[in-house]
């Protein structure tokens, strides 16, 4: 289990998360929902520890103060590619030290991903949904326990998303944990089996997806309301 217990985190005077308790179960999908601004992004940064909390714990599969990487890695918008290195290449780069079957793995995520056509091209020759998948691999080969993936799919089309968001399910199927930032409220539905929902720095309404039909705060009502009007 990945679990922050009680996480405070400010920003000059701003109060960001107000004691905040999530458990990421391996081998499960937890969606992470909410409106801008509420601390979904602080709080994965912080339970990966690229960000440092003012109080509360992280406690990887029960230990404290333990390098969440790589067992815990992340991927965000901004993909952080090499533009340099050909997308095998960037692959590859993380997984050397870490992994001494990586030469054999990233033939299985080439596979998973559907990437066999374009892997030795370099970034700026692939479109964003090629770069997004690498992104995805990239933090695949480490092997990790627990991916923390921040709206991953905002920046494609519906198709693009529904392929990506398809694979996480096998992701489960590996025993990974997957903590999911998304706006797709649909896949949430379908593919989470726990949804967590932030407003203003705290977890406002916790469950599994049925809550979104039915949620019991006047906050998760509301934003559902709204969500259905932008769906
Ligand atoms: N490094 C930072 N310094 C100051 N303020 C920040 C920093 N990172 C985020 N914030 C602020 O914290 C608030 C929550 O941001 P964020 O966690 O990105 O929310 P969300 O992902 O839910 O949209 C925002 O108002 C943002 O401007
Ligand atoms: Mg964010």
Not at 169 to 185: A, C, D, Q, S, Y
Not at 192 to 211: L, N, R, W
Request: hydrophobic share 40%; net charge neutral.
């Amino acid at each position: 289990m990945l679990s922050a217990r009680n996480i405070h985190k400010s920003y000059q005077d701003r109060v960001i998360l107000n004691g905040v308790d999530v458990d990421i179960a391996p081998g499960q999908i937890s969606c992470v929902i909410g409106p801008s601004g509420t601390g979904k992004t602080t709080l994965l940064r912080v339970l990966c520890q690229l960000e440092k909390e003012d109080a509360g714990e992280i406690l990887v599969d029960g230990e404290q103060n333990t390098a969440p990487w790589p067992k815990v890695t992340a991927v965000f918008q901004s993909l952080f590619l090499w533009p340099h290195l050909t997308l095998r290449e960037n692959i590859m780069l993380p997984a050397r030290n870490h992994n001494p079957q990586a030469d054999k793995d990233i033939e299985g995520l080439i596979k998973l991903f559907e990437m066999n056509h374009f892997i030795d091209h370099y970034p700026n020759q692939s479109s964003i949904g090629q770069r997004q998948r690498v992104a995805l691999a990239r933090a695949l080969i480490l092997n990790p326990k627990y991916v923390l993936l921040d709206e991953i799919t905002s920046a494609l089309d519906v198709e693009q998303t529904a392929r990506i968001l398809t694979k996480l399910t096998h992701l489960k199927e590996r025993g990974i944990g997957v903590f999911l930032i998304t706006h797709h409220l649909g896949f949430a539905k379908r593919a989470a089996d726990q949804i967590i929902f932030m407003s203003d720095g705290k977890v406002t309404e916790q469950g599994p997806p049925a809550i979104l039909q039915t949620p019991t705060t006047e906050r998760l009502k509301q934003f559902m309301s709204l969500a259905e009007i932008g769906a």
